[in-house]
């Protein structure tokens, strides 16, 4: 049964903290993909992964790094966490063959208090 | 660049009764497209998927879609709704070459008992 995993449920963290969201997948994806989920707004991307160290900027990446040191694992960093970033973060990856479709992790809440 | 329409961010539909949910996408050519369905507090999961072939699309829980490339249109229905139907339902594009999916904004469906 393939699998992507996010680290986290449910997070709560204050203003200004360094947040991590981990993603690990075992399908051996090249392509990994962080997204935002707002009421109203859909799924917005933040950032992907198309390897190992190289990332793209996705339609909504102020506020976010990310890190791709392995291939089965893709991290986003919030730096300093603002209550606007409150939201529902999924972790996605695919392979890089375009008619193949993108298997989700189960998200994290984020709130930030 | 690729946009995606669903028409109606709420659908509601008694129980026994036909779904559709609308998907319409822009580009002249034809992507690759997808329905993934969203229940609360969870990550996304592939009902079906359109790359080639027959244009009617058969997948998971009783639902299919339609490609009609004339108007530019997936459109999703089930011939029976079911209260566990009740989710959140997003179409994709994933461009031919492409590494993005692109996400409608989604449809609330709930089945009225």
């Known amino acids: 049964d393939v699998k992507v995993t996010q680290s986290s449920r449910y997070l709560v963290k204050r203003t200004g903290e360094k947040v991590f969201l981990e993603c690990v997948q075992d399908m051996d994806h090249e392509n990994m993909f962080w997204y935002r989920q707002d009421p109203g707004l859909g799924l917005r991307l933040i950032y992907f992964s198309y390897d190992v160290k190289m990332k793209e900027k996705g339609d909504i990446p102020e506020g976010y790094s990310v890190s791709r040191e392995k291939k089965e694992r893709f991290s986003l960093i919030l730096e300093s966490a603002s209550t606007n970033q409150t939201s529902m973060y999924l972790c996605?990856?695919?392979?890089?063959?375009?008619?193949?479709?993108?298997?989700f992790g189960q998200g994290t809440r984020l709130t930030v208090v | 660049a690729q946009s995606v329409t669903q028409l109606g961010s709420h659908v509601s539909v008694s129980e026994g009764a036909l779904v559709l949910l609308r998907c319409n996408y822009s580009s002249s050519v034809p992507p690759y497209l997808f329905w993934y369905v969203q229940y609360p507090n969870q990550g996304l999961q592939l009902l079906l998927k359109y790359t080639t072939g027959a244009t009617l699309v058969k997948g998971i829980n009783g639902f299919e879609a339609e490609f009609k490339k004339s108007e530019t249109s997936f459109h999703l229905t089930k011939p029976s709704a079911h209260m566990s139907d009740a989710a959140e339902y997003f179409c994709?594009?994933?461009?031919?070459?492409?590494?993005?999916?692109?996400f409608g904004q989604g449809t609330r469906l709930t089945i009225n008992p």
């Open positions: 996605a990856s695919s392979f890089v063959v375009s008619n193949t479709e993108a298997f």
């Open positions: 994709a594009v994933r461009n031919q070459g492409a590494q993005k999916l692109v």
